[in-house]
């Protein structure tokens, strides 16, 4: 980064009042920044101060807010995913053979679920991609807006530079609490709202999407195999009805141990045993309940009469575990009877001991074959049951399971705004970050810390939006990061991509080639980068400490949070040192991110000032308020004529918010209505 131009006055420190101590513009042209910063920050507003230091050096400090384009791209690309997803799962318990009544309701509850949303996201969609591609922001005025449920409201990078010898940056993402304003609070938030219906996550099993991708290539993989034993053991059959000859009955067997192997090597899979445990305690724990479907169909809660699944009574509650493993085994067993059928009546008649007719070779592979037949036709049956279930299951948790599609929706929304912001701290991290080795090492080994300040109430509608937070926090948790190499140096080349499916997103962030190419090794392979999201909600006051060792900032944190004090602001404060120290992403927010939201950050930004660049004390307050000083015309704060202390307003107030300009121009018109009066 480039130092910005400074006047000669104040580079030579000519003056020492307070107007020389306080400059400030909002002309953004003197930023250049890297164009890879460029693609993650747009419509920047900067300030510039200089204040003293207690050994009575001027100290230059730049402000940057800037809006991000992230938080419209990524909502856009999150709703495209879950719309495929959905299209996805309605594909899969579509192509499911024919089921139990229970589990056909099942299937049409998770269709009737997965058509709702995307018809919801596809229309949310739709009006995203009609919002001009300049826009990079969602004022508080549109937070409730049906349409904007999924951007993130007042989304703001708040940027502080330290100009010295190495140029500091200190860096907060600010943004409204992560919250479902359109549907409001009247019934409480997210964590309320999912406990009221943890009924339904409890009467399913959870199935990764790695064991619901495995049953469905199980699925495959049996329909493919068994019409394809039963063929082998028909010309079996058919050999045996002539002379068996040497070529025949050579490549025979060679060909039936092959498959014959693959199928059973199909079959041995731990996910069908734990499965069929799994329908046999539903039956029991369900057993006398029962369940209306969305096509109206009243069915009791036991899929236990699906086909290949015997009746389970309420009184069968013991359950043989291993009754699988001989299922399976038995497939095995018999094709190698039959092997070896094979082998000895070519043995027989290679030696010439006896003459084996077509109908004596028959009479002895028959039995073998309808024995064949009877434990694939077992085996197959079970293990698509079981399959089946797991499909379906997968399909129930991710939909229905959760509640009404309003609640996953909700979710959806309050993580699409909490992703935004993460991400976009992120590669301001990581951007800041690329010539430090540690913190290049840290990536691919532990991952990053993201640290949510929340300044919300407990009253009131806060709780509900204070709730969805907490939800949307702890979804980030599944969020994981990978560093690619972009195709080009376009700044629509360097902006992040999201892929996966809910509960696995990756955020794939291009570098261009030669910064990629300066990483080390272990990035550059690619590894996933986890995000370690942490929350905390407390009031905030001028209250500060001076421990600096991260031993001693993990202990005092720890104190402060098992302390009963009300109101303990020292836990936020300390937990920002913390996440500094361990080079995390810092995210304060609060109802709209005005008010509360700037009052921390300025005030945090004037704490790392005393702390880390020796900002005088007797001056702390003073750079305090010129942080928190709002100047709409553009002119020198100090070139403007002084008001009272009450009448002054912090600077971020009126940059993130048409109508708070509106209301302090109606302000200063009625202090100079009084004035000259």
């Known amino acids: 980064f480039k130092e910005p131009h400074i006047s000669l006055s104040l580079r030579a420190g000519k003056t020492h009042s307070l107007q020389d101590m306080f400059l400030c513009f909002y002309d953004s042209s003197f930023l250049n920044l890297c164009v890879h910063v460029c693609a993650v920050l747009c419509a920047q507003v900067s300030k510039v101060y200089r204040f003293k230091t ?95 449920q999924f951007v993130p409201t007042n989304l703001h990078s708040q940027r502080m530079e330290v100009t010295g010898p190495d140029s500091v940056w200190y860096d907060v993402i600010t943004f409204g609490a992560p919250a479902d304003h359109h549907q409001a609070f009247k019934h409480g938030g997210l964590k309320k709202l999912l406990n009221k219906h943890s009924n339904l996550r409890e009467s399913c099993v959870s199935y990764s999407q790695e064991e619901s991708s495995r049953a469905k290539e199980l699925l495959v993989g049996m329909a493919q195999l068994q019409p394809l034993v039963f063929g082998l053991a028909e010309e079996l059959l058919a050999i045996s009805q002539e002379v068996l000859d040497t070529q025949k009955s050579d490549a025979f067997p060679s060909f039936v141990v092959h498959q014959a192997e693959q199928f059973v090597h199909v079959l041995k899979e ?50 043989d575990e291993e009754e699988w493993d001989r299922v399976w085994a038995n497939v095995g067993k018999s094709i190698n009877c039959i092997i070896a059928m094979v082998d000895r009546l070519q043995e027989q008649e290679q030696h010439h001991q006896t003459v084996t007719s077509p109908e004596q070779q028959e009479e002895h592979l028959l039995p073998l074959v309808v024995t064949l037949r009877d434990c694939v036709r077992e085996a197959v049956g079970k293990a698509r049951v079981a399959m089946t279930f797991v499909v379906l299951q997968g399909a129930v948790s991710g939909t229905v399971a959760q509640g009404p599609p309003q609640i996953a929706q909700r979710r959806h929304a309050v993580f699409s705004q909490g992703l935004s912001a993460v991400v976009c701290g992120f590669m301001l991290k990581l951007y800041g970050g690329l010539e430090d080795p540690d913190f290049l090492r840290q990536l691919h080994t532990v991952g990053v810390l993201a640290q949510f300040e929340s300044l919300l109430s407990t009253y009131g509608d806060e709780v509900g939006m204070l709730e969805d937070m907490e939800v949307s926090v ?61 929350l905390f909600n407390i009031g905030i006051n001028q209250h500060q400490t001076g421990i600096q060792s991260l031993a001693d900032l993990m202990s005092s944190l720890e104190r402060s949070v098992e302390s009963k004090k009300r109101k303990n602001v020292e836990v936020l404060w300390i937990a920002a040192m913390v996440c500094r120290k361990v080079n995390g992403v810092r995210l304060t927010s609060c109802k709209s991110a005005k008010d509360r939201t700037a009052m921390s950050v300025t005030l945090e930004q004037c704490a790392l000032l005393r702390e880390q660049h020796t900002l005088s004390q007797q001056h702390f307050s003073t750079a305090l308020d010129c942080m928190r000083r709002c100047n709409p015309t553009g002119l020198p704060q100090c070139l403007a004529p002084k008001a009272p202390r009450r009448h002054l307003y912090p600077v971020a107030f009126l940059l993130v918010t048409s109508h708070l300009l509106v209301l302090w121009l109606i302000l200063s018109l009625v202090i100079l209505l009084a004035k000259y009066q």
Not at 305 to 314: F, I, L, M, S
Not at 522 to 527: I, Q, R, V
Request: aromatic share 4%; charged share 20%; proline share 6%.
């Open 54 to 148: 207690e050994d009575q050096r001027w100290l230059l400090v730049r402000e940057q807010m800037s809006e991000t384009p992230l938080s419209f791209s990524l909502p856009k690309q999150l709703l495209s995913l879950l719309i495929q997803e959905h299209t996805n799962r309605i594909q899969e318990v579509k192509e499911l053979s024919d089921l139990s009544p229970h589990w056909d309701g099942l299937r049409h509850d998770v269709i009737t679920h997965c058509n709702h949303m995307i018809g919801c996201y596809q229309e949310t969609l739709a009006e995203l991609e009609k919002v001009p591609a300049t826009s990079c922001f969602k004022s508080s005025t549109s937070k409730s807006d049906r349409h904007l």
């Open 270 to 319: 731990e996910l069908v045993k734990s499965a069929l445990l799994e329908i046999h305690n539903q039956c029991i724990a369900n057993s006398n309940t029962s369940h209306v479907h969305s096509n109206g169909l009243l069915c009791e809660n036991c899929p236990a009469n699906q086909e290949g699944q015997q009746e389970v009574g309420p009184h069968d509650t013991e359950y």
């Open 474 to 534: 702890a979804d980030l948790n599944r969020v994981a990061f990978i560093i690619t190499e972009a195709k080009t140096e376009q700044l629509e080349d360097l902006l992040p991509t999201l892929s996966g499916t809910w509960g696995s997103f990756i955020v794939e962030v291009p570098l261009p080639p030669e910064i990629f190419s300066s990483l080390p090794q272990e990035l550059k392979d690619g590894p996933l980068i986890r995000v370690d999201p942490v």
